[in-house]
Every structure is written in C-alpha cells, then in structure tokens.
C-alpha cells in the first residue's frame, strides 16, 4: 500500500478529535475523505505529516512505518501536502514560491521538476515574475499545488481545493488533479463537496465526529441512501 493508517487517534491539547481512524491508499489510486465541519478532516491531514498535532496510533507509507517521521522526513520521503488556505508566501513571486517546494531535494535546483509543473499549470509561468499575494483564487490555488509538486511525492494530500473557488475553476483544478492522478500519483483528497469528491475519486471514506462512518466505492456510497441524504440532499 501507498498508504495505510491503523487505529489513528489525535489530540489538539485535550481535545481528541480522530478516534481509531483506518484507511488505505494503494499505488495510484485517488481516494477521497468527506465530512460535515467539523468532522475532522483536516486534523487527518495534519496527523498524517504529524503538523501541531499529537497523535498516536500506526502510519504506514510505501511498506515503511513512518508515525515518528517529522514533517520534513515525510516530504522527503514522498508524502505532501496541499493545505486548506493554500497558505502562500504572498510578497513572494509565483517563481519563488515554487522553488520552496524542492528545498526537500536538497540535491535539486528544481528546474527540470519545475518545468514539469508548469505543463500542468501553464498560466503559472505566465505569472513567474507577479507576487502570488496578487493571484486570483484559481489561480492561487494551481500555485499550491504545483508548490506541492515541486517535492516530488509519489503521495499528494489535498485538502479542500475547491474551497471559495467558482464552479468553473473548480472544475478546471479537479481535472488537473485528475490527470495527476493518470499520470500515476496516489492522491489522498479532503473534500467538504461531497459530490464532487464522489464524482472524482475511485474510493471515499465519510468522517464524523473524528471517526470513518462509512467507506466503500463512489459508485456504491452514491447508491446509499443514508448518504444521499446526509451529504448530496437528495
């Protein structure tokens, strides 16, 4: 497996927000976790790299166990992360803020992984020079992304790429990651829009309070009525 996570608990101070959490990525495949707010998808995301959180329970990525890995070793290794908020260096250009993505490659000036990105994202090169701060939401959000590609990972982690973003571009960035995905990168998606994540991804798992509730194949939690009701309205 890409991925696999075992009895997962995490704590904010005293707060236990993931409860016993289990999921698994296999090589290439794109599976997505959907929630209500408050669910607790983005604190799986930051237990999963081990970001101001404790946490406690079995991570496994390609066959290693890597739950005491700091942050910095998971990106080394291959794992990355695509936060919520995009959260860029805004008095930074779009050049420079890419070429931060490959500090993990301390052996590469990130050039060659850098003109790769660009072909996902071409307006990106366009803006090279223009401050990120400057961006619209679109595209400060292919310039998250391409910033997490620019490590190399053989595992992404999105969460909430459609967040403020209009139908249009929201579309562009899920085929974007969608041709990531076939092209052979495992993606792990967080996703609030329960539609779409079901739409895109091949697997998804439905988190609240802190725990999986359901999982299964999109096509078969689509069919499920508790689901459509719960998350699609219908």
């Known amino acids: 497996m890409m ?3 075992r009895d997962l608990n995490a704590w904010y101070g005293r707060h236990h927000v993931l409860r016993d959490v289990e999921l698994d990525v296999a090589p290439g495949e794109f599976v997505a976790v959907i929630g209500p707010n408050g669910a607790g998808k983005t604190s799986l995301m930051h237990a999963l ?17 890597v739950e ?28 420079e803020n890419l070429q931060l993505g490959s500090y993990a490659n301390s052996d590469d000036d990130g050039g060659e ?43 992404l982690l999105i969460d909430e790429p459609s967040m403020g973003l209009a139908p249009k571009i929201i579309a562009a960035i899920t085929g974007i990651i969608t ?12 996703e609030q829009n329960a539609a779409l994540a ?15 509730a359901m999982s299964g194949k999109s096509d078969e939690l689509t069919d499920s009525a508790q689901l459509r009701k719960s998350y699609l309205g219908i």
Do not use: C, W
Request: no cysteine; aromatic share 6%.
């Open 113 to 155: 992984q850098l003109a790769r990105v660009v072909e996902y994202f071409p307006v990106l090169k366009e803006r090279y020079k223009q401050l990120a701060g400057t961006l619209s939401g679109g595209e400060q959000q292919m310039l998250a992304i391409g910033r997490g590609l620019m490590a190399r990972p053989s595992l």
């Open 179 to 190: 041709q990531l995905n076939e092209d052979g990168l495992s993606i792990l998606l967080v």
């Open 49 to 65: 790299l081990g970001i101001d959180i404790a946490r406690r329970g079995e991570i496994t990525h390609d066959g290693d166990r």
């Open 3 to 5: 991925l696999t996570v």
């Open 198 to 212: 079901l739409k895109i991804a091949e697997r998804v798992y439905v988190l609240e309070n802190g725990r999986i």
């Open 68 to 95: 005491k890995l700091a942050s910095h070793q998971l990106v080394k290794r291959g794992v990355s992360l695509i936060p919520t908020g995009r959260q860029l260096f805004p008095y930074m250009t779009v050049r």
